[in-house]
């Protein structure tokens, strides 16, 4: 996958984790990375709708 705006870095995110007490390697954060990419490229904000009443 190639996202132009990749602003976490993979030791990063390993750093994260670990504060959280999620133990990584670098493959399984590199996945991790690229599921959180994918999810908010495909995000759509809900959209209001607007109801008229009678």
Same mark, same amino acid.
């Given at each position: 996958m190639n996202f132009i705006d990749k602003n976490v870095s993979v030791e @990063?995110? #390993?750093i #994260?984790? =670990?504060k959280n007490? #999620? @133990?990584v390697n670098? /493959?399984?954060a590199k996945i991790i990375l690229e599921l959180l990419y994918?999810? =908010?490229k495909n $995000?759509? /904000?809900p959209r209001v709708k /607007? !109801? !008229? $009443?009678?």
């Open positions: @990063q995110a #390993i #994260i984790l =670990s007490g #999620i @133990q670098e /493959k399984e994918l999810v =908010s $995000y759509n /904000k /607007k !109801t !008229t $009443y009678p």
